[in-house]
């Protein structure tokens, strides 16, 4: 037997370095840090403080409300910290665990990863309580965070180099009940568009959205805006959704406006829902968020200004649909996402 197989037999699943003095188990309204040991040149006993949230009123459900899961999109830390302002523990049932910079560095970088460890927080999961900042909070998410929670809510957007639709998507697998609740808290939350993800795409079993999903978490994940701005019908979906879900969920008392629409479903359909630049160059968008389209139509140019004489490249949609995002910059390389389409998704009842 390797002395790796004796170690990994013989020591206790790891635990989390993070240390806070917030009590999720008492009544009232905690605001305090999850204390991440870090050592740089600048501070070899430092710790980053990321700020955390706890407000409980007696027995309940649990809901985890986070934003800066990537630290450029604003929405959502702007709808959390307004929500941390004007709640009070009195104005709930059961508890409110909210984080609404997750990943601190980044969210005072004003960037997607980082700063410190070049970490991307929502394909960090399920984490390392011994690696770097950004695995130390995956872990602590997926190991202590979501373990307490019934519902959870990640707030993102495109970020510095997408804009989307301000849409949500969710997971259709899991038990009748599960998959009910789901539905239920999507229609709650109230987005004019969702889409269904099987969890193939992107960031596939390394997110938020996939621990949640692996604790048994009803879990919803926005797409608010992006292009590092505030974009103010996903602003809205951020304060009066997370507010709507909440009061959906037995936590907030107090009955917000219901949505009168149930959200048009949508599905990616693969790698072919997303329009790839095959050039460096600078992108000319032909169409615009929300329209439909056909496949082959025209998406867009690459345009070659460093060489004007050379004709400039058309980009086709390789399946059709309804644009949900694209490229925030015109500046763009060969392999950039220039736009993604969603297609129509039924449910089977
Ligand atoms: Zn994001």
């Given at each position: 037997m390797s002395t790796m197989n004796l170690i990994s037999q013989d020591l206790p699943p790891r635990r989390s370095r993070i240390a806070t003095e917030?009590?999720?188990?008492?009544d009232g309204r905690q605001c305090g840090f999850l204390s991440v040991p870090i050592s740089t040149?600048?501070?070899?006993?430092g710790r980053v403080q990321v700020p955390v949230v706890c407000l409980r009123n007696g027995d309940g459900p649990t809901a985890l409300l986070v934003a800066g899961?990537?630290?450029?999109?604003?929405e959502g830390q702007i709808a959390l910290v307004r929500l941390i302002q004007t709640?009070?523990?009195?104005?709930?049932l059961g508890r409110l665990i909210v984080?609404?910079?997750?990943?601190l560095p980044a969210a005072l970088a004003g960037r997607?990863?980082?700063?410190?460890?070049?970490?991307?927080l929502n394909r960090a999961?399920?984490?390392?309580?011994?690696?770097g900042p950004t695995e130390m909070i995956a872990h602590f998410i997926e190991n202590v965070l979501l373990p307490m929670a019934d519902y959870a809510l990640d707030l993102h957007s495109g970020g510095s180099s997408l804009v989307y639709r301000p849409c949500a998507l969710v997971r259709d697998h899991g038990t009748p009940e599960h998959v009910a609740k789901t539905f239920a808290a999507l229609a709650a939350f109230g987005p004019s568009l969702a889409y269904v993800t099987?969890?193939?795409?992107?960031g596939a079993e390394r997110t938020f959205h996939a621990a949640a999903d692996r604790c048994g978490v009803i879990v919803i994940t926005a797409e608010l805006g992006g292009g590092a701005h505030i974009d103010g019908e996903g602003l809205r979906l951020a304060n009066d959704g997370t507010r709507r879900l909440l009061h959906h969920i037995g936590i907030l008392a107090v009955a917000q406006a219901a949505c009168a629409d149930r959200p048009r479903l949508m599905r990616v359909e693969g790698i072919a829902s997303y329009v790839l630049s095959p050039e460096d160059g600078v992108f000319e968008p032909c169409v615009c968020l929300g329209d439909d389209v056909a496949p082959g139509a025209l998406a867009g140019w690459i345009h070659y200004p460093d060489t004007p004489w050379r004709p400039s490249s058309a980009v086709r949609f390789r399946s059709g649909g309804s644009v949900v995002c694209q490229r925030a910059t015109c500046a763009t390389k060969r392999g950039d996402c220039l736009f993604q389409v969603l297609t129509e998704y039924q449910r089977q009842q």
């Amino acid at each position: 037997m390797s002395t790796m197989n004796l170690i990994s037999q013989d020591l206790p699943p790891r635990r989390s370095r993070i240390a806070t003095e917030v009590d999720f188990e008492a009544d009232g309204r905690q605001c305090g840090f999850l204390s991440v040991p870090i050592s740089t040149h600048e501070s070899a006993y430092g710790r980053v403080q990321v700020p955390v949230v706890c407000l409980r009123n007696g027995d309940g459900p649990t809901a985890l409300l986070v934003a800066g899961n990537h630290g450029d999109e604003y929405e959502g830390q702007i709808a959390l910290v307004r929500l941390i302002q004007t709640i009070d523990p009195a104005h709930i049932l059961g508890r409110l665990i909210v984080l609404p910079a997750a990943n601190l560095p980044a969210a005072l970088a004003g960037r997607r990863e980082s700063p410190l460890d070049g970490g991307n927080l929502n394909r960090a999961f399920p984490g390392d309580p011994d690696g770097g900042p950004t695995e130390m909070i995956a872990h602590f998410i997926e190991n202590v965070l979501l373990p307490m929670a019934d519902y959870a809510l990640d707030l993102h957007s495109g970020g510095s180099s997408l804009v989307y639709r301000p849409c949500a998507l969710v997971r259709d697998h899991g038990t009748p009940e599960h998959v009910a609740k789901t539905f239920a808290a999507l229609a709650a939350f109230g987005p004019s568009l969702a889409y269904v993800t099987d969890g193939r795409n992107q960031g596939a079993e390394r997110t938020f959205h996939a621990a949640a999903d692996r604790c048994g978490v009803i879990v919803i994940t926005a797409e608010l805006g992006g292009g590092a701005h505030i974009d103010g019908e996903g602003l809205r979906l951020a304060n009066d959704g997370t507010r709507r879900l909440l009061h959906h969920i037995g936590i907030l008392a107090v009955a917000q406006a219901a949505c009168a629409d149930r959200p048009r479903l949508m599905r990616v359909e693969g790698i072919a829902s997303y329009v790839l630049s095959p050039e460096d160059g600078v992108f000319e968008p032909c169409v615009c968020l929300g329209d439909d389209v056909a496949p082959g139509a025209l998406a867009g140019w690459i345009h070659y200004p460093d060489t004007p004489w050379r004709p400039s490249s058309a980009v086709r949609f390789r399946s059709g649909g309804s644009v949900v995002c694209q490229r925030a910059t015109c500046a763009t390389k060969r392999g950039d996402c220039l736009f993604q389409v969603l297609t129509e998704y039924q449910r089977q009842q």
